[in-house]
T-cell receptor, first 114, second 112 residues
């Protein structure tokens, strides 16, 4: 069990470009969550998956954001036409199953939009 | 709107002292987690409490969930420099709704 991994760890992009982040959850964890954390704040929920099904999306997730978990294993989060306000740490977490409150976080992807 | 308020926001104390961090809400949570986060890293789970009034100990750390499941506290005894970090509480509101609502965090600095 190697824990949750995220790639890349850091991404610098110019405003208007598209970016994609990847999250690999702990093996056999059914649930996968995405959160966003800005400086000085706690993480905020974006979306989550039960296997390959996306069950909920936050109002924070504008139309420029899309997340997938095609085979119920790894997940990707894409941001189209990035804006400076998208600069944040994007965190992924996984948990074993529905009803399991423990979530295990990856190291995050730090996005900087210039 | 942040549903979980943490206090204090910043705390700087000498090594060996005791401290308590608070996490308060007007909402009821089915469970509450405490995490510690280092700069540039993801939060690391310390403990989960699920029963009102529950107390859990992790070495020098004591966690308590309020009787009404609206608040929690973290008490550290004989703080050490290795305890330095951002402490986050996070609540989940129910089975089938395990997404976490986080507090704003308490940044703790232990001075050697």
């Amino acid at each position: 069990d190697t824990g949750v991994s995220q790639n890349p760890r850091h991404k610098i992009t110019k405003r208007g470009q598209n970016v994609t982040f990847r999250c690999d959850p702990i093996s056999e964890h059914n649930r996968l969550y995405w959160y966003r954390q800005t400086l000085g704040q706690g993480p905020e929920f974006l979306t989550y998956f039960q296997n390959e099904a996306q069950l909920e999306k936050s109002r924070l997730l504008s139309d420029r954001f899309s997340a997938e978990r095609p085979k119920g294993s790894f997940s990707t989060l894409e941001i189209q036409r990035t804006e400076q306000g998208d600069s944040a740490m994007y965190l992924c977490a996984s948990s074993p199953r529905a009803g399991s409150y423990e979530q295990y976080f990856g190291p995050g992807t730090r996005l900087t939009v210039t | 709107t942040q549903l979980l308020e943490q206090s204090p926001q910043f705390l700087s104390i000498q090594e060996g002292e005791n401290l308590t961090v608070y996490c308060n809400s007007s909402s009821v949570f089915s469970s509450l987690q405490w995490y510690r986060q280092e700069p540039g890293e993801g939060p690391v789970l310390l403990v989960t409490v699920v029963t009102g009034g529950e107390v859990k100990k992790l070495k020098r750390l004591t966690f308590q969930f309020g009787d009404a499941r609206k608040d929690s506290s973290l008490h550290i005894t004989a703080a050490q420099p290795g305890d330095t970090g951002l402490y986050l509480c996070a609540g989940a509101q129910g089975f089938g709704n395990e997404k976490l609502t986080f507090g704003t965090g308490t940044r703790l600095t232990i001075i050697p």
